[in-house]
């Protein structure tokens, strides 16, 4: 699958496809498994490879320094609040938790720095994504066929009931499905394919999953026409994702309460810090009485010190670019989006694009970005590394591409 030309760099590349392959196989198993204090295995595997992929380079290139001047300014506010809160080790530790977010993203951007400097390695990564997408797919397909045959009553359709083998392989399923129908030759293929990933994201008992692949057929079939027709399109676009908010799935308890949490942080991102500061590190996500409020309205208790203590503090707006505006700041917020200004050129300007790797990146963030936009997926290890390789991936492959002709 890999091929590599420097032999000081192949245990590195066989470390990274291990820890995916952990990561995918083992979920929360590995991730949540504590070493001792606050240390926990997967974080200590990541910092390893970290270090280990910088000890082999004498240089790292930047990609983006867009995020690393985010990076920077969350670094700035985390300094701050580690000065702040010297003196209360509880809510230290909650700064720390919170800040992981970006220490996922700096470890992400190290390694790909490192790893990822010319076009060669750069097709090395895209070959990874797509492999990450398939093994997802099987390892679904084992988990759903176990249930079946071997669990009593197992079902993949009563409500509220989540049935994904381990998080990373719902992004797995979303990106394989931006491979299915974006790289098979074959229509009658692609078609088969892409069903088999769009009836597996049914199953994992996320609305949002659904949503993600959803988009992703909606964004193909819109790079599929030319650009002076794609106005009229992307209105059609919104009006059939709209359409699917008024789904039962899209209407219940849970939902409304994602959307009654996204206005409080806009509201505080403007009336605390008018959309320039944010609230940095250490700090509750949501006010005690907001939390009152939610439960007068959706009788939710999660929220309130006095069922869920900490839970203000532990349980960011399930949306992660809000989990960003809310320690940055809005307008800080937006560097997340300055690296894929390209992307955005190619979708609303190009025609399609002829190298069938530029489709299937552009289709995977933006079946990623959906994912990321309804829930808790940044902030924590799970799947925030894969996220970040299908973001770095992307912003690299479409600056360094050869140029090529447009097709129609």
Known sequence: ????????????????VVYFITVLLFGKSFTKLQVFGPLYLHDLCLGGIVLLSLSFQSRIKIHSYSILLMLAIA???FIIDLIRLRNDG????????????????LCALLIFGSQVKNWT??????SLIRQIGRWAVYAQCVYLSY???????????????????????VMGIITFC???????????????????GLTLSLTLGHSSAFLAVFVILMFYSYIKIRP?????????????????????????????WRVLFWKHIMIRSFTDGYFIFGHGFGKAYMTYEYAL???????????LDEFYPMSRYLNPPHNSILTLVFHLGLIPALLFFTPLRRLFKQLFLRKEPEDSNVMFLILSVCGCLVWISFNVILELPHAAIYFWLVYFTTVFYLKNRPIDTNVK
């Open 1 to 16: 699958m890999f091929k590599f030309t420097q032999k000081k760099l192949t245990l590195i590349h066989l470390l990274i």
């Open 75 to 77: 670094g700035l506010y």
């Open 90 to 105: 509880v809510y230290l530790l909650l700064a720390v938790r919170q800040f992981s977010l970006f220490l996922y993203l």
């Open 121 to 126: 390695e750069g097709l090395n990564a895209v």
């Open 147 to 169: 249930g079946f045959f071997f669990v009593p009553g197992f079902s993949v359709f009563e409500k509220n009931d989540y049935n994904y083998f381990t998080p990373l392989v």
């Open 178 to 196: 931006a491979d299915a129908i974006s790289s098979a030759k074959s229509n009658f293929l692609k078609i088969i394919k892409f069903a088999s």
């Open 228 to 256: 002076i027709q794609r106005l009229f399109s992307f209105v059609f676009i919104i009006l059939a994702v709209v359409m699917l908010f008024f789904l039962p799935q899209f209407t219940d308890a849970n939902a409304n």
């Open 293 to 303: 409020y939610i439960n007068e309205v959706l009788h939710s208790k999660i929220m």
